[in-house]
Protein backbone atom coordinates (compact mmCIF):
# COMPACT_ATOMS: atom_id res chain seq x y z
CA UNK A 1 0.00 0.00 0.00
CA UNK A 2 0.82 3.49 0.18
CA UNK A 3 3.46 5.10 2.08
CA UNK A 4 4.08 8.91 2.83
CA UNK A 5 7.10 10.10 4.81
CA UNK A 6 7.17 13.99 5.51
CA UNK A 7 10.35 16.09 6.97
CA UNK A 8 11.19 17.95 8.74
CA UNK A 9 9.03 16.95 11.52
CA UNK A 10 9.57 20.45 13.07
CA UNK A 11 10.79 23.53 11.65
CA UNK A 12 11.14 27.13 13.08
CA UNK A 13 11.34 30.15 10.92
CA UNK A 14 11.61 33.73 11.38
CA UNK A 15 8.70 35.84 10.22
CA UNK A 16 8.70 37.13 6.66
CA UNK A 17 10.98 34.19 5.57
CA UNK A 18 9.78 30.90 3.86
CA UNK A 19 9.36 27.95 4.82
CA UNK A 20 9.37 24.32 3.11
CA UNK A 21 7.93 21.25 4.31
CA UNK A 22 8.80 17.83 1.98
CA UNK A 23 6.99 14.83 1.26
CA UNK A 24 8.02 11.50 -0.57
CA UNK A 25 5.14 8.64 -1.57
CA UNK A 26 6.19 4.97 -2.48
CA UNK A 27 2.54 4.53 -4.91
CA UNK A 28 3.25 5.85 -8.08
CA UNK A 29 -0.69 5.08 -8.95
CA UNK A 30 -0.80 8.05 -6.24
CA UNK A 31 -2.77 11.11 -8.08
CA UNK A 32 -4.23 13.35 -5.82
CA UNK A 33 -2.32 15.27 -3.18
CA UNK A 34 -3.94 17.65 -0.56
CA UNK A 35 -2.15 19.49 2.10
CA UNK A 36 -3.84 20.10 5.71
CA UNK A 37 -2.98 22.55 7.85
CA UNK A 38 -4.04 22.09 11.87
CA UNK A 39 -4.00 25.00 14.47
CA UNK A 40 -3.71 24.01 17.88
CA UNK A 41 -6.87 22.47 19.32
CA UNK A 42 -8.56 22.97 16.19
CA UNK A 43 -9.54 20.26 12.87
CA UNK A 44 -7.12 19.40 10.40
CA UNK A 45 -8.09 22.03 7.40
CA UNK A 46 -7.72 21.73 3.61
CA UNK A 47 -5.62 24.16 2.34
CA UNK A 48 -4.17 23.41 -0.66
CA UNK A 49 -3.99 20.41 -3.03
CA UNK A 50 -2.62 19.04 -6.04
CA UNK A 51 -3.36 16.70 -8.91
CA UNK A 52 -1.10 14.70 -10.37
CA UNK A 53 -1.92 16.21 -14.50
CA UNK A 54 -0.28 19.43 -12.79
CA UNK A 55 3.39 20.16 -11.21
CA UNK A 56 2.82 23.55 -9.88
CA UNK A 57 -0.10 25.12 -7.85
CA UNK A 58 -0.22 28.35 -6.05
CA UNK A 59 -2.88 30.18 -3.44
CA UNK A 60 -1.05 33.75 -2.34
CA UNK A 61 1.60 32.88 -0.14
CA UNK A 62 1.64 29.27 -0.22
CA UNK A 63 2.03 27.01 -3.53
CA UNK A 64 2.73 23.06 -3.66
CA UNK A 65 5.04 21.36 -6.12
CA UNK A 66 4.82 17.86 -7.36
CA UNK A 67 7.76 15.96 -9.26
CA UNK A 68 5.96 12.15 -10.15
CA UNK A 69 9.15 11.13 -11.56
CA UNK A 70 10.89 11.00 -8.01
CA UNK A 71 7.55 10.90 -6.06
CA UNK A 72 7.59 13.81 -4.27
CA UNK A 73 5.80 16.90 -3.22
CA UNK A 74 6.67 19.85 -1.15
CA UNK A 75 4.40 23.17 0.24
CA UNK A 76 6.06 26.12 0.13
CA UNK A 77 5.19 29.25 2.43
CA UNK A 78 6.79 32.41 1.55
CA UNK A 79 6.39 36.01 3.59
CA UNK A 80 5.79 33.48 6.94
CA UNK A 81 3.34 35.17 9.41
CA UNK A 82 2.72 34.10 13.12
CA UNK A 83 -0.36 32.86 12.11
CA UNK A 84 1.22 30.58 9.99
CA UNK A 85 2.27 28.41 13.04
CA UNK A 86 0.64 25.28 12.89
CA UNK A 87 0.98 21.38 12.42
CA UNK A 88 1.15 20.64 8.64
CA UNK A 89 0.13 17.25 6.88
CA UNK A 90 0.36 16.22 3.18
CA UNK A 91 -1.78 13.06 2.07
CA UNK A 92 -1.54 11.32 -0.96
CA UNK A 93 -4.32 9.02 -2.81
CA UNK A 94 -4.54 6.70 -5.27
CA UNK A 95 -7.63 6.66 -7.23
CA UNK A 96 -10.64 5.07 -4.88
CA UNK A 97 -8.16 4.24 -2.06
CA UNK A 98 -7.97 6.01 1.42
CA UNK A 99 -5.72 9.10 1.82
CA UNK A 100 -2.57 7.87 3.56
CA UNK A 101 -1.41 11.23 5.47
CA UNK A 102 2.58 11.38 6.16
CA UNK A 103 3.76 12.23 10.38
CA UNK A 104 2.93 15.77 10.52
CA UNK A 105 5.08 18.78 10.65
CA UNK A 106 5.29 21.24 13.80
CA UNK A 107 6.14 24.84 12.06
CA UNK A 108 6.92 27.91 14.35
CA UNK A 109 6.99 31.09 13.50
CA UNK A 110 9.25 33.11 15.08
CA UNK A 111 8.52 37.00 15.14
CA UNK B 1 -23.70 23.81 4.94
CA UNK B 2 -22.83 23.36 8.56
CA UNK B 3 -19.98 20.77 7.89
CA UNK B 4 -18.90 17.41 9.58
CA UNK B 5 -20.89 17.55 13.03
CA UNK B 6 -18.95 15.68 16.09
CA UNK B 7 -20.57 15.12 19.40
CA UNK B 8 -19.97 15.45 22.05
CA UNK B 9 -17.19 18.20 21.93
CA UNK B 10 -15.46 16.66 25.19
CA UNK B 11 -16.06 13.57 27.09
CA UNK B 12 -14.59 12.47 30.56
CA UNK B 13 -15.60 9.29 31.89
CA UNK B 14 -14.33 6.48 34.04
CA UNK B 15 -12.36 3.47 32.87
CA UNK B 16 -14.53 0.57 32.39
CA UNK B 17 -17.57 2.67 31.05
CA UNK B 18 -19.09 2.68 27.57
CA UNK B 19 -18.51 5.81 25.23
CA UNK B 20 -20.45 6.53 22.68
CA UNK B 21 -19.06 9.37 19.63
CA UNK B 22 -21.27 10.58 17.24
CA UNK B 23 -21.17 11.89 13.57
CA UNK B 24 -23.48 13.87 11.04
CA UNK B 25 -20.82 13.93 7.63
CA UNK B 26 -21.99 16.77 4.97
CA UNK B 27 -24.86 16.04 2.89
CA UNK B 28 -24.06 14.43 -0.22
CA UNK B 29 -20.18 12.79 0.87
CA UNK B 30 -20.65 9.51 0.80
CA UNK B 31 -17.22 8.08 2.17
CA UNK B 32 -16.99 8.66 6.40
CA UNK B 33 -13.37 8.35 8.28
CA UNK B 34 -13.15 7.42 12.07
CA UNK B 35 -9.60 9.11 12.99
CA UNK B 36 -7.87 8.99 16.15
CA UNK B 37 -5.00 11.86 17.22
CA UNK B 38 -2.64 11.50 19.95
CA UNK B 39 0.84 13.47 20.57
CA UNK B 40 2.64 9.65 20.23
CA UNK B 41 1.03 7.96 17.32
CA UNK B 42 -0.72 11.36 15.57
CA UNK B 43 -3.71 10.61 12.90
CA UNK B 44 -4.77 7.38 12.68
CA UNK B 45 -7.17 6.15 10.57
CA UNK B 46 -9.47 3.81 12.42
CA UNK B 47 -11.94 2.43 10.01
CA UNK B 48 -13.83 3.78 6.87
CA UNK B 49 -17.34 3.47 5.36
CA UNK B 50 -18.50 3.93 2.01
CA UNK B 51 -22.01 4.44 0.82
CA UNK B 52 -22.76 2.96 4.47
CA UNK B 53 -20.94 -0.08 3.96
CA UNK B 54 -17.75 -0.77 6.23
CA UNK B 55 -14.61 -0.84 3.89
CA UNK B 56 -11.39 -1.05 5.90
CA UNK B 57 -11.22 -1.14 10.29
CA UNK B 58 -7.75 -2.82 9.60
CA UNK B 59 -7.26 0.79 11.77
CA UNK B 60 -9.38 -0.27 14.61
CA UNK B 61 -7.60 -1.32 17.72
CA UNK B 62 -9.02 -4.01 19.13
CA UNK B 63 -12.21 -5.85 20.06
CA UNK B 64 -13.54 -3.03 22.22
CA UNK B 65 -13.93 -0.59 19.23
CA UNK B 66 -16.97 -0.90 17.10
CA UNK B 67 -18.13 1.57 14.51
CA UNK B 68 -21.73 1.89 12.54
CA UNK B 69 -23.55 3.64 10.06
CA UNK B 70 -27.13 3.32 9.66
CA UNK B 71 -27.58 5.66 7.15
CA UNK B 72 -25.88 8.19 4.71
CA UNK B 73 -26.49 10.92 7.54
CA UNK B 74 -24.93 9.22 10.66
CA UNK B 75 -22.15 7.50 12.06
CA UNK B 76 -21.29 5.93 15.79
CA UNK B 77 -17.91 5.21 17.46
CA UNK B 78 -18.39 2.95 20.43
CA UNK B 79 -15.60 1.93 23.03
CA UNK B 80 -16.74 -0.57 25.54
CA UNK B 81 -15.47 -1.20 28.18
CA UNK B 82 -13.14 2.38 28.11
CA UNK B 83 -9.54 2.73 29.30
CA UNK B 84 -7.21 5.16 29.84
CA UNK B 85 -5.37 4.49 27.26
CA UNK B 86 -7.92 5.42 24.86
CA UNK B 87 -7.86 9.57 25.73
CA UNK B 88 -7.35 11.04 22.52
CA UNK B 89 -9.22 13.49 20.02
CA UNK B 90 -11.63 11.68 17.77
CA UNK B 91 -12.15 13.03 14.11
CA UNK B 92 -14.77 12.07 11.85
CA UNK B 93 -13.97 13.15 7.97
CA UNK B 94 -16.06 12.96 4.96
CA UNK B 95 -15.76 12.99 1.37
CA UNK B 96 -18.06 13.34 -1.82
CA UNK B 97 -18.25 10.83 -4.70
CA UNK B 98 -15.13 11.16 -6.83
CA UNK B 99 -11.53 10.24 -6.58
CA UNK B 100 -9.70 13.41 -6.26
CA UNK B 101 -11.20 15.40 -3.25
CA UNK B 102 -9.68 15.83 0.12
CA UNK B 103 -11.71 15.18 3.18
CA UNK B 104 -13.58 17.33 5.77
CA UNK B 105 -13.26 17.10 8.95
CA UNK B 106 -15.58 17.29 12.15
CA UNK B 107 -14.26 19.47 15.37
CA UNK B 108 -13.19 16.45 17.06
CA UNK B 109 -14.41 15.00 20.42
CA UNK B 110 -11.73 15.12 23.00
CA UNK B 111 -11.89 11.77 25.04
CA UNK B 112 -10.55 11.57 28.81
CA UNK B 113 -11.01 8.30 30.22
CA UNK B 114 -9.82 8.40 33.61
Known amino acids: GENVEQHPSTLSVQEGDSAVIKCTYSDSASNYFPWYKQELGKRPQLIID?????GEKKDQRIAVTLNKTAKHFSLHITETQPEDSAVYFCAAKSGAQKLVFGQGTRLTINP | DAGVIQSPRHEVTEMGQEVTLRCKPI?????LFWYRQTMMRGLELLIYFNNNVPIDDSGMPEDRFSAKMPNASFSTLKIQPSEPRDSAVYFCASSPPGHNYGYTFGSGTRLTVV
Open chain 1, 50 to 54: IRSNV
Open chain 2, 27 to 31: SGHNS
